[in-house]
């Protein structure tokens, strides 16, 4: 007979609840008596779901995960509302709060993590106690008694514009309460979102009926026993009678670091998943801290949860974790967001793709790095999430143009017409715009790409003028030209036609993508940007690019290019 090991987590959350899921499937059950402690009086929920039922769109019921019965049929011992309040390392004992003492051989920390309340004068009594109306929002009593106050209440003020303070904003506007979000940063959901992006998602959620106040923080909460309003660091107030603190979280690891477990920001682990200064203990979810790294998101922690049941159930028992490329896929008060990896370029030999349309609540970004996806933002429309999540997370090269990861080739015609060149200018620097396919009747597209070769020093002052007109759109990086060319960076489709004599010069490229009406304009402003006076100063075309050849930018040897019969050569 095989006598079984004690098993304890502590943390019935998302991780937790993942975790004991995983092991149960592979039959951990044989090898472990199974003991969760839960601070709350429930079943292991689907946190995410929450805002959810503040804003009615789910019922409670919806959101677990496991019910009561599920750990019963399963043989686990389930304690609910319970708090484990100190862990005995050298007797390997779990204690808790109401007074039990439970063995343990192995003990998994899955705590999560705990809302942080920013100081707020006046926003506690001499006990503690928040001010009547005044709330956190990260558990599910916290949604209930958010909805029993916005009941009879009129004005909310939220702090912070993140994911969950927004989420909670969603809510309250859902029942009918004029709604303020305050955020210390200059847009919303600065974790996961690029300045344009989060400009994108601003005006929507402001045409939705939300009112955001940036760069400010709220330095005391005024009312008598009830929150009455909020004064902010710039002196002004808001009149408010709810108040809620959406300000980010923080680890839950006291008990860990009482019990003598090596933490920094979060319980440190190996890629074993065990505390490093004790093997028999273990964490997993937004309490563990691997190679530096801790990760507020849903994913990370149930690929630590798949891992760690690996190896304690011997499924794998030589199984590691090494990290997660981060991504999650979200709705934010019901506009689809897909986020990956890096948000902004860290390398200057980065190639950065945007597109930004406001007036649709648009924006897209792809950020290459060595031809691979180092991050991504798609929001508003994310039909090519697939895609590029698969490219991302398996860290393929991009074949072909990245703008293709962002905005899917549709079904064309088998043949399609070049148009002619625009007559030539002395004054423009030189630019040239992909014309699309023609589209199939059933499949109508008026997208164009504008692509510009201009001198590094004009680049910030062609910037600025499209944006100024709306025209946000765009990718950029370094290149060379011959000096004569004055930047052009792309040969014929036959072979680089080198030439003699000629200097190759640093050279910005960049690249638009925009409607067919919009061309003209945005041409225009390219034109006036980077207008010079000189005679041959670059020529204007509009020509397909597919199949160019293109000069690498850092080609150690670009000047000796082989010269080939057939080639063609476009001179400025």
Known sequence: MVVKQQLVVVGNGMAGGRFVEELIARNGGEHFDIVVFGDEPYGNYNR???????????????????????????????????????????????????????????????????PFVPPIEGLTNAEGQFLSGAFVFRTLDDAFRLMKHAAESRKAVVIGGGLLGLEAARGLLNRGLEVHVVELMPHPMTMQLDASAGAVLQLRLENMG?????????????????????????????PCDMLVISAGIRPNVEIAK??????????????????????????????????????????????????????????????????????????????????MGDKE?????????????????????IILREGRVSGAILLGDCTSAPRLLRTFHKNQRVQGSPAELLFPPRKTSASWEEPSPAAPSTEASP??????????????????????????????????????????????????????????QFLARRGAASGTGFRFLPKRMV?????????????????ETNRTGQIGDGKIFVLPLDGVTQIPADEPDVGTFETFETAEEIRG
Request: aromatic content about 6%.
């Open 431 to 488: 630019y040239r715009a992909r014309a699309s396919r023609r589209p199939t009747p059933e499949e109508e597209t008026s997208l164009k790409e504008v692509i510009a070769i201009i001198r590094p020093e004009r680049w910030l002052k062609t910037k600025l003028k499209t944006e100024g007109l709306g025209i946000t759109a765009f990718a950029h990086h370094r290149v060379v030209g011959r000096g004569r060319q004055r930047g052009l």
């Open 48 to 114: 995410i779901l929450l805002s959810s039922v503040l804003a009615g769109s789910h019922e409670t019921k919806d959101i677990f995960l496991n019910s009561i019965e599920w750990y019963q049929e399963n043989g686990i011992t389930l304690h609910l509302g319970v708090r484990v309040e100190s862990i005995d390392r050298a007797r390997k004992m779990v204690c808790t709060a109401d007074g039990i003492q439970q063995r343990y051989d192995r003990l998994v920390f899955a705590t999560g993590s705990k």
């Open 511 to 527: 690249s638009w993508i925009v409607p067919e009406d919009q061309v003209d304009t945005l041409v225009q402003a390219i034109i």
């Open 258 to 339: 009482h019990a003598g477990l090596t933490v920094e920001r979060a319980i440190v682990v190996g890629d074993d998943l065990a505390c490093v200064n004790d093997p028999f203990i273990h964490a997993i979810g937004e309490c563990a801290q691997h190679r530096g790294q801790t990760y507020g998101l849903v994913a990370p922690g149930s690929e630590q949860a798949k891992v760690l049941a690996d190896r304690l159930s011997g499924a794998n028992s030589q199984a590691v974790y090494s990290g997660s490329n981060t991504s999650t896929t979200l709705k934010v008060m019901g506009v689809d967001l897909v986020v």
């Open 210 to 238: 939300i009112r955001f106040h940036f760069g400010k923080s709220i330095t005391t909460a005024i009312g008598n026993g009830k929150i009455d309003a909020v004064k902010f660091s710039d002196g002004s107030m808001e």
């Open 345 to 365: 370029p860290t390398n200057d030999s980065d190639e950065v793709l945007t597109y930004a349309d406001r007036r649709h609540g648009l924006y897209k970004k």
